[in-house]
């Protein structure tokens, strides 16, 4: 069992103490020393060292074990932003510096030799590290050779366990591994993952880490609830058997929960902010203690592990050297399958609000991912002339860092004070533009012509001034997927009639759409780009002639013509000739129909209530009553209709808005909708969903993705491991939604994809909910000091979600194929047309595809990257899960070669690694645990690497490729 106590010392940022607050902290200036310690107890016993775990120190057997862990918690950004906590500004807010912890946590293990400490977050460390002496970094490495200086967790940050997409962490943990491994090599190689202040934690995170090869992890927040019975059964560790397709043990981790978080027990807590009395050890002072405080830590110790030794021993240790000692003791353990959300800690205090907040910065950073694997891809595909050419220095690391830094958990969480939210914005911002320089570059090298690129960056708003001014122009769609795409492009144009051509020359159908809520117009075509490539669209004015006025009238309330109906050859949607809200929707290939009833509503946010004083706030949700209000009973609606759209515009109120869509070809219901700002002149704060109704029997049952990936069945006032007492009927349902979440009936399937991370539940058998804007009033007393109240972009959201109807024995071959066009969807990058030959041996090409044949249906192609000098970094992933699709057997093992698959290098080796790339697979193994299941296999042992590869459902490998580029010029 593991107890907490610290001693004295720091963390920049906060954590959740006992009663619900995230604490205030600071940084000591040196030479006071800046630990915080964990007491970790076991009783020891004999065993043979493992790989990792030789310099841990020496244990007594037959005693109890007290394991002091000091160690700091340093947010990436919370209340301050990061230059701010790591330079020490503004310690009026927050006394906090993170380089002075580091700089007093060096020369502290220095003065001491028996003492350890653990870190964290690379995105400070590699700062600090950078700004140090030789002669300092020389004898940083000693101590991380020694083991006293040990690396937990190892990612740039600690990342959200909710808000995050898969890709985005398996990302920033690779930046940060690779750090630590370029640095220290395998010295500094973390041997635990450590995640000890998001809120709540997911199945699919201790899935990655499984993969990553960490042996165990160690948690600090944990529902009250759940936090007590798994005291009283013993059971605060555990085997977590994080996949349901993944063969044990490939997604097992050992994972421990801290019972007091990261907090001391009371009274034994000498942080700066602490009153706790000073340990006295002069006998002749009346303020004498020692004997006092000695006994009262005994106590605590025998009583977390529930032993009564009179003979303990104290060492100062690790969360790694911990776990191997409780490794060596070879016991057994219980096993859980699901995962720890919701969090709430305590009653009516259910952090599930942070879902949502801040969905602007949740729709920037999904964004961003998009772009930072173009930008890789494209990196990857041309080789150094992406880094250096006619357009300047490209390069990918600035959005990389930047992106890692959103992972955050108070980040991309929507957690932080305002002004910190605006800084992550900014880096996000600033790092696009090395990036687009790179884009640049390899553009004009595959195209084989310079031009003038423009990026526009508001096309989600109908903005974007070259398509809106210039009589031609052309358009680059760039194809991140494995697979060719047929994608609608639509760009804002000034009202005259254009002529389009595609790739060959050959005009396609266009046409010039007015948007109702603008009067602007949209010029649409749909384009065909082949996988891993662009396809190049050029654009004309046609002098002389004005584009036909589609009808966007209000709808007529003449009897014959009550029938709105959108459809193409797949779907088909009704309206309500009344109210003007959906009403059915049919699916013309399988003869499904279901009556779906879509509207808006909005929960009046609790400011506390004789109840309970919690609020509704950044992190909590917590409506003052049950049922949501109807932002309005009906909408006022337009019909636009064309060979190449079909659109029902609804107008709910002055901060509504919707447009349900479908193209042709398309097989699912688009709805774009728009909110904000978000009125709150009746001293009200609102959060608003989008809810679909239907009638569909489902039992309590929904289902929701973990993090972008494996599905997860949810059930409503009900937890798989325990007893729950709901106090909280609304927000005690909700659940992080990162990409998707359906219902069915186990005939019918409604799935509804997502285009941000969201709240959402299933409130009523039949019912979907998603959480899709919120602002509040009042702080919800976690530490933030702020209420949730976004001025500035942030007050209006525009998204989109997509609804698919299917069997639900076949629907995952639409939602996973879908979900993954979403998150990887094409780049559009424009020029006023023209340019100049890149280079006179190669003639221009409009078209173009870095792989010579495309990828199975089941196989993503997760990562291509630059890694080093004739180096890349490739991840392929079996993108569906055991037993998920019946009809196009897309659950099967899929083999596929390598040889000669990209076009544009040749692979001359190839090195598999674990999923953060940090060690090689052949070389890796982790501590084996016994599960009160049963036996556990043992995993097979490494597989030969060839080129040709194959992969279980959900499976992810990972390779170093050493590569030759084709010489074009």
Known sequence: MVAEARFWGVRAGGGQDEAGSRKRSSALQPPLPPFSFLFLLLLAAHGVWAAGYQTCPKVEPDMLNVHLVAHTHDDVGWLKTVDQYFYGIQNDVQHAGVQYILDSVISSLLMEPTRRFVYVEIAFFSRWWHQQTNATQEMVRNL?????????????????????HYGAIIDQMTLGLRFLEDTFGSDGRPRVAWHIDPFGHSREQASLFAQMGFDGFFFGRLDYQDKNVRKEKRQMEQLWRASASLKPPAADLFTSVLPNMYNPPTGLCWDTLCADKPFVEDPRSPEYNAKELVRYFLELATAQQKANRSRVNVLYSTPACYLWELNKANLTWSVKEDDFFPYADGPHMFWTGYFSSRPALKRYERLSYNFLQVCNQLEALVGPAANMGPYGSGDSAPLKEAMAVLQHHDAVSGTSRQHVANDYARQ?????????????????????????????????????????????????????????????????????????????????????????????????????????????????????????????????????????????????????????????????????????????????????????????????????????????????????????????HQNFSAWCSQVVRLYPGQRYLELEWTVGPIPTGDSWGKEIISRFDTTLETDGLFYTDSNGREILERRRDYRPTWKLNQTEPVAGNYYPVNSRIYITDGKTQLTVLTDRSQGGSSLGDGSVELMVHRRLLVDDARGVGEPLLEEGSGLWVRGRHLVLLDKARTAASGHRLQAEKEVLAPQVVLARGGGVPYCLKVAPRTQFSGLRRELPLSVHLLTLAHWGPETLLLRFEHQFAVGEDAGRNLSSPVTFDLTNLFSTFTIT?????????????????????????????????????????????????????????????
């Open 144 to 164: 991380v050779r020694q083991g006293r200086l040990e690396f937990a967790n190892g990612g740039w940050v600690m990342n959200d366990e909710a808000a995050t």
């Open 428 to 648: 996000l911002a600033e790092s696009w533009g090395p990036c687009e320089v790179l884009l640049s570059n390899a553009l004009a090298q595959l195209s084989g012509s310079k031009k003038d690129f423009v990026f526009c960056h508001k096309l989600n708003i109908s903005v974007c001034p070259l398509t809106q001014n210039a009589e031609k122009f052309q358009v680059t769609i760039y194809n991140p997927l494995g697979r060719k795409v047929d994608w609608m492009v639509r760009l804002p144009v000034s009202e005259h009639v254009y002529l389009v051509k595609d790739p060959n020359g050959t005009v396609v159908p266009s046409d010039v759409v007015t948007v109702p809520s603008s009067d602007s117009q949209d010029l649409l075509f749909s384009a065909s780009v082949p996988a891993l490539g662009f396809s190049i669209y050029s654009v004309t004015q046609v002098p002389g002639q004005s584009p036909q006025a589609y009808d966007r009238h209000p709808r007529s309330q003449k009897p014959w013509s009550r029938v709105l109906v959108i459809q193409n050859e797949h779907i088909r949607a009704r309206f309500n000739p009344d109210t003007g809200l959906l009403m059915e929707i049919e699916n013309l290939d399988e003869n499904l129909l279901l009556p779906v009833r879509q509207a808006f509503y909005w929960y009046n946010a609790s400011m506390g209530n004789n109840l309970s004083s919690q609020a509704s706030g950044a992190y909590i949700f917590r409506p003052e009553r049950q049922e949501p209000l109807l932002v309005s009973h009906w909408a006022k609606t337009h019909l636009v209709k064309t060979d190449l759209v079909q659109e029902v």
């Open 909 to 969: 080796s190839l090195r598999e690694t674990t999923l953060a790339a940090n060690q090689l697979q052949a070389h890796s193994s982790r501590l084996k645990w016994t599960a009160n299941t049963g036996p556990t296999p043992h995993p097979p042992p490494s597989r030969l690497v060839s080129a040709t590869i194959t992969l279980q459902p959900m499976e992810i490998r990972t390779f170093l490729a050493s590569v030759q580029w084709e010489e074009d010029c």
